[in-house]
């Protein structure tokens, strides 16, 4: 079943008072299958985050690019009822707690309360914040940043689950649980959309892989496509992308 | 030493900064205090503006204007200095901002109408104030009793005094002294009697300590005059005729001693031989004023 | 969608009720109506009326510092660090978070007014029983309505400062245009009666229709200015009361309203 379809999906961004344009996505077309693990890999400015932002629903695509999540718009905000989302360098609210941070994310995607709670703690066991979930997130690292942002992406048991660089500023035991994580969202029939330029992660979990460069997408390969190895494959198709 | 010093140079540095402040500190407030003595001048800023900036604290702003209306003219009474015409334009024009800001600030008017008519003579404008209470308070006795009060003793107009008098007995709370007041000033009642009561009733109603200190000198003079003219009308009765000075009143034993001042001036008998007047004219002595009663 | 908005409003309300600047807006406010009882003896006889201006203007104050420190932090807060992304990222459409951060904002006032006017209370008991000879014309209904009015009027100042937010990308513009707004609303009907009794400022026809469009457009916040009428126990009328709360009402959703519409269209970068 395809739950996401984007279709010739191009976003141009004017900036300045000269209104000089930009065009940070160009023409992409490309659909995610239900229970997938999708990464989307490509260098910073590649046009990764914008493709998620507008699936989103944070900005708006250029005319004539569709995105369709589960049949609705991304205008619709039913179409994020069962989507979790983890922004790039998460930042919250100073003043709350994890554990108020956690409660907003749970009711406002209409978690049953009994289940909240439950959700909520082995969360926060399994990402080694249940300690400090009474303290307020000014005080965490960025490491415990972003497992909060994970933690909160996840909280309300969503179908998709899409991640902005869930690496980043993580150190190896963080990546680590991560990875885990994302192997157990696939067990349980998740489907998981994220973008990364650590290569070897993105090798490690995804079922699908699309490269992009320069605001277009170069190659969508799966799984057993790769055998010479993720780096080799990538610098290949955006190396492609130079000769041409 | 030198080594302690060195340790904790912070610390021996803020010691001999604030030995250095404490030094300043006197010097400093001592020229302050010289300038603001040269230079101080009660000032008003227009209704127009001040009504504007002050949004929406329109109140709060006007108790800060009439705080400083009080202990301006505290200041001044209280340092005996001589009263000045700008300083009674300073009173008129504060009253006027204040009362623009809270139309209903009944203080303002009242202090405004006390300093203009004892402290100035200038009964225009106390009444000028008067009447704006009276636009905006239009139920409140005290505004014809005051205006009233201001038209026979001052300007001893007892024909527009009495007419304001009347004016106030018919509205709601006017005490029961009023209409038999306003009665004896058309039959040309002395003034003095009406003064005392005036003042008797301010006072008790004034909770400022220093304006109840003025008030309470002003009644005590208004009493000894009172009680000086009612012996003059005694010994007339006892001897046919006018005495010429209070001396004679002290000889002829209706009275024991002449009493003082208690603005320090000198009391004596006006040239109509029935008035008791006195040299420092209701003020302290010092203020050069050639109006008063 | 209840359950939505009560959420982000829960949010909103804690983030802001954690910050540090509302403990020294507090105290501000709560030196300011103890100072009444000191500066009070002062004064000469109207204390009730003095004592009054100033609890009313301490819990005004208070207001105005939250609206323009602690609100437009709250919504400004959102968009530079992106905290907007975690809201948004939920189901909850734009109109929703407008009206969910407006309701959590409110809620914060609201509760600013009950802890300060409770003081107020307390302050404005201890002033009567010292001074009950001076305390007159005082009576509590109107303090307490004028309290009312003034919290209308915050409605209003902040539903202006979450339709400034939405417009521009920074706090500090909204925080010049919402004071502008502020001060103008204010001062309006004041002016605008001023220019029109003036005979001899006279007026050209293009200027007093510029006067008159600003009338209609600007918020007239004067009419929520109760705190004279209080001050000297002037009775406020029920009717009054409830046509200002439709005025306050009415414009802070036409503010809301279109802060929604606009900010539908706005891309979050």
Not at chain 3, 145 to 151: P, R
Request: hydrophobic fraction near 45%; charge should be positive; charged fraction near 20%.
């Amino acid at each position: 079943m395809l739950l996401i379809t984007i279709e010739s999906l191009s976003k141009t961004y004017t900036s300045g008072m000269m209104r000089k344009k930009k065009n940070a996505v160009s023409d992409v077309t490309l659909s995610i299958e239900s229970g997938t693990v999708f990464g989307i890999i490509g260098v910073n400015g590649a046009g990764k985050s914008s493709i998620l932002k507008m699936i989103l629903g944070f900005i708006r695509p250029d005319a004539g690019g569709t995105i369709r999540i589960a049949g609705k718009k991304p205008e619709d905000p039913a179409s994020r009822q069962y989507i979790g989302y983890l922004p790039e360098n998460p930042y919250f609210y100073d003043h709350l707690t994890a554990e108020e941070l956690l409660t907003f994310s749970a009711a406002s995607s209409r978690t049953p309360l009994i289940t909240m709670r439950e959700n909520i703690d082995e969360l926060l066991k399994q990402t080694g914040l249940y300690e400090v979930r009474k303290n307020k997130l000014r005080t965490y690292s960025k490491g415990m940043t972003q497992r909060a942002g994970i933690c909160f992406a996840l909280v309300h048991d969503p179908d998709i689950v899409i991640l902005d660089e869930p690496m980043s500023g993580l150190d190896p035991l963080g990546r680590k649980m991560v990875i885990d994580l994302i192997g157990d969202l696939k067990k349980k029939g998740k489907t998981i959309l994220f973008c990364s330029h650590i290569l070897n992660d993105v090798e490690r979990v995804c079922d699908q892989i699309a490269i992009m460069h320069q605001g277009q997408l170069k190659g969508l390969f799966k799984k057993d496509q790769i055998q010479s190895g993720i780096e080799d494959l990538f610098l290949k198709t955006i190396g492609h992308a130079h000769a041409e | 030493m030198i080594g302690f010093i060195k340790k904790n140079n912070h610390l021996v540095c803020l010691f001999f900064l604030l030995i250095l402040f404490g030094f300043l500190w006197p010097l400093l407030s001592q020229f302050r205090k010289k300038f603001s003595d040269i230079s101080y001048i009660p000032y008003t800023t227009p209704s127009a503006i001040s009504k504007v900036i002050s949004l929406e604290f329109k109140g709060i702003v006007s108790d800060f204007f009439f705080l400083k209306m009080i202990t301006s003219i505290g200041d001044k009474v209280g340092k005996h200095e001589n009263l000045s015409k700008r300083h009674a334009d300073y009173i008129y024009q504060s009253s006027d901002i204040i009362t623009d800001l809270d139309p209903y600030f009944w203080d303002a008017y009242v202090l405004g109408d006390m300093t203009l008519s004892w402290g100035f003579s200038d009964i225009e404008r106390a009444n000028a104030l008067l009447i704006k209470a009276g636009k905006n308070r239009p139920d409140d006795f005290r505004i014809p009793y005051y205006i009233g009060f201001n038209y026979f003793y001052f300007l001893k107009d007892n024909v527009s005094g009495a007419k304001y008098l009347m004016k106030a007995s018919r509205l709601p709370g006017c005490p029961s002294f009023i209409p038999s007041l306003a009665a004896r000033l058309f039959a040309k009642a002395h003034e003095i009697r009406a003064a005392i009561v005036f003042l008797d009733e301010m006072l008790k109603k004034t909770q400022n300590q220093q304006i109840a200190k003025q008030l309470s000198t002003r009644l005590k003079a208004l009493v000894i005059v009172d009680f000086l003219e009612s012996k003059i009308v005694e010994y007339n009765t006892r001897f046919g005729k006018q005495p010429r000075n209070l001396l004679e009143l002290v000889e002829r034993k209706i009275i024991k001693g002449i009493p003082e001042d208690p603005y320090g001036g000198q009391f004596y008998i006006a040239s109509d031989g029935k008035r008791v007047f006195t040299t420092s004219r209701l003020r302290h002595v010092g203020d050069n004023q050639n109006t008063g009663m | 969608m209840l359950n939505r908005l009560t959420a982000l409003m829960i949010l909103t309300f804690k983030e802001g009720v954690r910050d540090r600047a509302l403990v020294g807006i507090g105290l501000f406010s709560l030196m300011l109506m103890g100072a009444s009882l000191v500066v009070i003896s002062l004064f000469m006889r109207e204390l009730n009326k003095v004592a009054v201006d100033v609890n009313l203007s301490a819990i005004t104050f208070a207001g105005l510092m939250m609206t323009f420190f602690v609100s437009i932090n709250l919504m400004a807060k959102d968009m530079d660090k992106h905290t907007i992304y975690c809201v948004l990222s939920k189901p909850i459409s734009r109109s929703e978070y407008i009206w969910g951060k407006f309701l959590g904002i409110m809620l914060l006032i609201l509760a600013a007014f009950v802890i300060l006017t409770g003081c107020s209370t307390l302050i404005l008991l201890i002033t009567k029983t010292f001074y009950s000879q001076w305390f007159v014309a005082f009576e509590w209904l109107p303090f307490y309505k004028a309290v009312y009015t003034e919290l209308l009027m915050f409605a209003v100042l902040n539903a202006m400062v979450i339709f400034f937010s939405t417009i521009t990308t920074s706090s500090f513009i909204t925080l010049l245009f919402s004071l502008s707004i502020y001060i103008a609303g204010q001062t309006i009907e004041e002016v605008v009666l001023y220019l029109k009794t003036q005979p001899n400022i006279a007026l050209s026809g293009f200027v007093e229709t510029m006067i008159d469009i600003c009338q209609y457009i600007l918020p007239n916040l004067a009419v929520f200015d109760m705190k004279i009428n209080a001050a000297h126990a002037l009775p406020i009328s029920w009717t009054y009361l409830a046509c200002v709360t439709a005025y306050g009402l009415i414009y802070s959703s036409i503010l809301l309203v279109s802060a929604s519409l606009i900010f539908r269209k706005r891309e979050l970068m």
